[in-house]
Structures are given as C-alpha cells and as structure tokens.
C-alpha cells in the first residue's frame, strides 16, 4: 500500500513544501488562491460503446466528488493541485448463459490529486480571472472498494481491479467575480478525466474497457490573494 499512497500524494507534498518554503520570503512561488469544489460524476468503469449490445453494459449509479485545493504561481505560472474524494457506483449488467441477467455492482471511493496548469481566458476590469483552462494530469487511489455479485455463480466471473490510475485531465471554470460570499467568488466548473485501466474480467477482453474516465461538474468557490 505505500507505493500506491506515495505515487498520489507526491506532487501535494512537493508543492506544498515549496510553496511554505518560499511564500514567506517573496520568491519564485506564493499561494494565489485557495479554491473548493463539490459536484457530480459522470463515468467511471467505462464499458466500449462497440461490445454493449452483446453482452455487457454499465449503469452509473450515484456519483460524486468534493475537495479543497491551492493554486501557486511558480515564476508567475498558475499551478494548482491537493486533494480530491470521488465515490462511484455502477452496475455491471452481464447477459448469462440462458440469457439470464447476471449483475456485479462496483462501489469504490478515490483519493485523487490532481496537478494542472491554468490559463488565465479571460479577466474582469480589477484583473481577476473570469475563465480559466485547466490542462494537466490526475493520479487516483481506489480506498474504498466493494464488489457485490447478484446471479453470478462463486467463482464462474473472475475479475482484477488495479487500485491506482492516473491520466491526463482538462477542466474549464467560469467564476462569477461580481458575486463575493466572506472573500469567496463563486462559480461552475467542468473536468474531463480519461484513465489507465482499472477493471478487467472475462467480458472485458478488448482493449479499452474497463478505463477509470469521467466527467464531473458543480459550484466551485475560491478566494483570490492575487
């Protein structure tokens, strides 16, 4: 398990020891802003559109995601990282031998933390981002994982599921500067995450099943020390 936890949490530990290093002596990297995000999923274990009317298809069930970051400027460039918690459920829907319906429902939860720069798109008249792209890489931790079977004999589906993933990732943002809740500016967000294979079973045969991708939105706030 230390492998895994070390893989995720290493570009946290090394902004953010950078960024306590240099933010009291005026350098090359400070704290801009400290932004929070809440919303839903839309993904997950991905299933190849191609092979859906086989045999196999997935039901994304409830999904959601909420984490806190911290934006630095290193040499007056945008980065932002920290950590995020993702909660998935899908039902995997098999179609069996006498064409019985055999279900294996997936809930797991994700430690993630990802690293993007931000591009500044557009800005208000005081010089605060309006819109910002988001262009980078997450890594995920699977930390809470249960597999129930329903119709599915002991044994008769094997599967493997990799706890770790990590990909690129483009998000968008859009604040609402004329709104100012206790120095927060609100605003919506959109992610896009395409990931490293996570799980695999007999019906998952081809490449590309099985992939951790998603797509999630909601309400960001954030407050603006620059």
Same mark, same amino acid.
């Given at each position: ?19 306590? +290093? ?25 299933? $190849?559109?191609?092979?859906?009317? +086989? ?12 984490? =806190? $970051? =911290? ?14 918690? $993702?909660?998935?459920? $899908?039902?995997?829907?098999? +179609? ?23 591009? %500044?798109?557009?800005? %208000? ?65 959109? %992610? ?12 998952? +045969? ?21």
């Amino acid at each position: 398990m230390t492998r895994p936890l070390v893989f995720v949490l290493l570009p946290y530990f090394l902004l953010m020891g950078a960024g306590c +290093a240099r933010v009291s002596t005026g350098e090359w990297v400070r704290l801009s802003s400290v932004p929070v995000y809440g919303g839903f999923n839309w993904g997950g274990v991905t299933v $190849h559109p191609s092979y859906v009317p +086989a045999s196999l298809y997935s039901q994304p069930r409830r999904m959601y995601s909420a984490g =806190a $970051h =911290a934006e630095f400027e290193v040499k007056g460039h945008p980065v932002e990282t920290d950590l995020d918690w $993702h909660v998935f459920d $899908h039902m995997l829907n098999y +179609a069996g031998p006498s064409r019985t319906i055999e279900d294996r429902r997936l809930e797991y939860s994700q430690l993630r933390v990802p690293l993007t720069y931000n591009l %500044d798109l557009l800005r %208000d008249s005081s010089g605060l981002p309006v819109a910002d792209l988001k262009l980078g890489m997450s890594g995920g931790y699977t930390a809470l994982l249960k597999v129930s079977d329903r119709g599915i004999a002991e044994g008769s589906k094997p599967y493997t599921f990799t706890r770790c993933d990590a990909g690129p990732q483009l998000g968008f943002v859009f604040y609402l500067s004329g709104l100012r809740f206790s120095g927060f500016v609100p605003g919506l967000f959109l %992610d896009a995450y395409v990931g490293t294979v996570i799980y695999s079973d007999d019906g998952m +045969a081809r490449d590309g099943y099985g992939r951790n991708n998603y797509l999630r939105a909601g309400l960001t706030a954030r407050t603006f020390e620059r």
